[in-house]
């Protein structure tokens, strides 16, 4: 009798409230990933900002130069 219990339950329509509860949990995931990606691209910009001041820094010490 047991095993028929979890098939049926299985195979029963979710509630609204498991409905609910499914897509809160996904919208949250979601979010983290989202943000995590935010991170990462604002990573990238500050790495390059950095490193153009950098290249900006080498290119005035070099044109200045005599060959």
Same mark, same amino acid.
């Given at each position: 009798?047991? +095993?028929? #219990?979890?098939?049926? *339950?299985?195979l029963r329509d979710p509630t609204? !409230? =498991?409905?609910? /509860?499914? %897509?809160?949990? =996904?919208?949250? !995931? #979601?979010? +983290?990933?989202? %943000?995590?990606?935010? *991170? &990462?691209? #604002?990573?990238?910009?500050? &790495? @390059?900002?950095? $490193?153009? %001041? $950098? +290249? @900006? %820094? &080498? +290119?005035?010490?070099? /044109?200045?130069?005599?060959?």
């Amino acid at each position: 009798m047991k +095993l028929f #219990e979890l098939f049926k *339950d299985k195979l029963r329509d979710p509630t609204p !409230l =498991e409905v609910v /509860s499914k %897509e809160l949990a =996904e919208a949250q !995931l #979601e979010m +983290l990933q989202a %943000e995590t990606a935010v *991170d &990462y691209a #604002e990573s990238i910009v500050m &790495y @390059n900002k950095v $490193r153009i %001041e $950098r +290249l @900006n %820094e &080498y +290119l005035v010490k070099f /044109s200045g130069e005599k060959k």
